[in-house]
C-alpha cells in the first residue's frame, strides 16, 4: 500500500530536549517536505526536498533541521524545542513538487512543555 | 512565502445549501491544488488546475481557476454532512520549486 508514515503520532517532551520524527514513503517520490498546522494558520511549511541531499528552507524553518541521505526518509529533527514549537506535524511527498499529488502522513501532534 | 489569501475562514451552512471557497494570489501561480482535511485526518488531494480559466467537476464539487492564474475556487452544490472539514488551497508560484498551502476554510453543515 503506498502511504507515508510518520512516528511517533503523538509526543509529549519538555524544553530542550532534542528529539527526531520520522517520515518514510513507499512510493519513490522525490519530492518530500514537512509542514506544521496551528490554528488559523493554516499549513506552513518548514522544509522541502527535491531529492537526495537536496533539502532547502521553508516559510518557517527557524528551530528545525532535516537530512535526506536516503530518498524514502526524511526526517524532522529539533535539536532544542520551545514551547512555540508545540504544533500537529505533517510530513508529505510527492514525484515532484510541480504538478503532482502530494501524499501526507496521519501527522504528529508534539507538546513542547 | 505565502502570497495566497484563501476565503472565508469559517462558513457554517445549513444542509443541503452550496458553500464555496476562493483563493486569491498577488502573483501568477503555475497551478493550484486542493486539499480536505477531515477533523482529526490529515490532508487529502482532491484535484489539480492548470489550465487558465479551467474548470474541473467531481459529482458535486466544481473547481475553477482564473483566466489570469490567479485565483481558483471550489464550489459545492447541496452540501452533506460528509462534506465538513478544512479545504485547502495549495500552489506552485511560477518559477519556485516548493508547494505552499492556503490557510484554509472550515466548513461546518448543520444538519
Known amino acids: 500500500e503506498a502511504q507515508v508514515t510518520q512516528n511517533p503520532r503523538y509526543l509529549i517532551t519538555v524544553t530542550g530536549k532534542k528529539l527526531t520524527v520520522t517520515c518514510s514513503q513507499n512510493m519513490n517520490h522525490e519530492y518530500m517536505s514537512w509542514y506544521r498546522q496551528d490554528p488559523g494558520l493554516g499549513l506552513r511549511q518548514i522544509y522541502y526536498?527535491?531529492?537526495?541531499?537536496?533539502?532547502d528552507k521553508g516559510d518557517v524553518p527557524e528551530g528545525y533541521k532535516v537530512s535526506r541521505k536516503e530518498k524514502r526518509n526524511f526526517p524532522l529533527i529539533l535539536e532544542s524545542p520551545s514551547p512555540n514549537q508545540t504544533s500537529l506535524y505533517f510530513c508529505?511527498?510527492?514525484?515532484?513538487?510541480?504538478?503532482?499529488?502530494?501524499?501526507f502522513g496521519q501527522g504528529t501532534r508534539l507538546t513542547v512543555v | 512565502g505565502q502570497q495566497v489569501m484563501q476565503i472565508p475562514q469559517y462558513q457554517h451552512v445549513q444542509e443541503g445549501e452550496d458553500f464555496t471557497t476562493y483563493c486569491n494570489s498577488s502573483?501568477?501561480?503555475?497551478?493550484i491544488q486542493w486539499y480536505k482535511q477531515r477533523p482529526g485526518g490529515h490532508p487529502v488531494f482532491l484535484i489539480q488546475l492548470v489550465k487558465s480559466g479551467e474548470v474541473k467537476k467531481q459529482k458535486r464539487l466544481t473547481f475553477q481557476f482564473g483566466e489570469a492564474k490567479k485565483n481558483s475556487s471550489l464550489h459545492i452544490t447541496a452540501t452533506q454532512t460528509t462534506d465538513v472539514g478544512t479545504y485547502f488551497c495549495a500552489y506552485v508560484q511560477t518559477g519556485a520549486n516548493n508547494l505552499f498551502f492556503g490557510t484554509g476554510t472550515r466548513l461546518t453543515v448543520i444538519p
Open positions: 502573483t501568477t501561480l503555475s497551478n
Open positions: 526536498s527535491m531529492n537526495v541531499e537536496v533539502t
Open positions: 508529505a511527498s510527492s514525484y515532484r513538487a510541480l504538478n503532482t499529488e502530494a501524499f
